[in-house]
C-alpha cells in the first residue's frame, strides 16, 4: 500500500538502495552520494509527516503494514491464550480476545483483528466484528471481572458489520450490553485506539478507565466515506468528510474524547514497530499503574464521571 503523500519519499529512497547496491556490489565509494540523498530524504520526510491532512492520517490508520492486534499481544503480552466463542452462536475472527500476563500481571486482552492480506482479510471480515465478536468480548470481560483482572483492549476497525445477518442476530443489542457492561466492571479498563476506531464497532469495546490513541489513528462516529454518502451522496468526497469530522488524535484530545496521544515514529507506527510496541508498553504501564492505585468504588465514579463529562462543550 503506498500513500500519495509518500510517493517522492519512497522513490528517493529507492534511489539511495539502488546507489547502496551499486555501492556493494562494484565497490565504488558512492558514500557522500548515499549521505546527501539520506539528509533529503529526512528532510522530506519531516517536511511530508510533519504537515498531514486529516484523510492523510486516515490513509496511515488504514495501511495494510500498520501493526495489529495480535502483532501487540505478541510483543507487549506473555503467556497468552486465546479463548473463542460467544456461547450463543459461534465463534468471530475478527475480535480476538485471552488471557495473557502484561509486565507478569495476570489480565484479559482482546481487540479488532484485521488481515495482512486479502485471504486473511476475508477470514477477518476487515476487523468488522458480527455480534458474536462483541459478545465474546462481553463474555470474556466478565470473566476478567470475576478474577479480579485488570482488562487491555485495542481498538481497530471501519466499524460494525452491517449486514442483514448481523442485524438479525441483533447487533446493536450486543452493542449495547457491551457499553453497559463496560460501565460497571470493577477493574481497570484500558484501550488504545491502534487503526481505525469506527463508531459502535470500535465502542463496543472501547469504554475505558483510560483511552488512548496513536498519533496516525483515527476515531470517529463514521467513516469518512460513509459520512460523505449521507451528507452529499457521494463518496468520492471522502477527503472533505475527514476534514469535518474531527477524527485525528490531537482533535480527540482536545475535545476530551481520549486521555492521551501516543507519538508514533516519523513516517506511521509501520516505519518502526519496535518502537510503536515501546511507546504504547510504557504508556499502558504508567495509566496501568494509576489505576491499580483506586478502590473500586472511586474507579467506577470516575469512569461514569469521565463520560458524563464528554457532552459538557461549553469551554470549546
Known sequence: ????????????ERKIRELQEVD?????????????????AQELKENIFGNLSA???????????RPATLDYVTHLFTDFVELHGDRFH???PAVVGGLARFQGRPCLVLGHQKGKGTRENLARNFGMPNPEGFRKAGRLMRLAARFGRP????????????GIEAEERGQFEAIASNLALM???PVPILTVVIGEGGSGGALGIALADRVLILENSVYSVISPEGCASILWRDAARAEEAAAALGLTSQTLKRLGLVDEVLPEPLGGAHRDP????????????RHLKTLLDVEEHALLDARYSKYRQMAVMGDL
Open 151 to 162: 482488562i487491555f483492549t485495542f481498538v481497530d476497525t471501519p466499524g460494525a458489520y452491517p
Open 183 to 185: 460501565s460497571e466492571l
Open 24 to 40: 556493494r556490489a562494484a565497490g565504488v565509494d558512492l558514500s557522500a552520494e548515499i549521505r546527501l540523498l539520506e539528509r533529503k
Open 274 to 285: 519496535a518502537g510503536t510496541f515501546r511507546t504504547v508498553q510504557e504508556a499502558l504501564s
Open 55 to 65: 484523510w492523510d492520517r486516515v490513509q496511515l490508520a488504514r495501511h495494510v503494514e
Open 1 to 12: 500500500m503506498i500513500l500519495e503523500v509518500e510517493k517522492p519519499l519512497l522513490e528517493l
Open 90 to 92: 459461534g465463534d468471530d
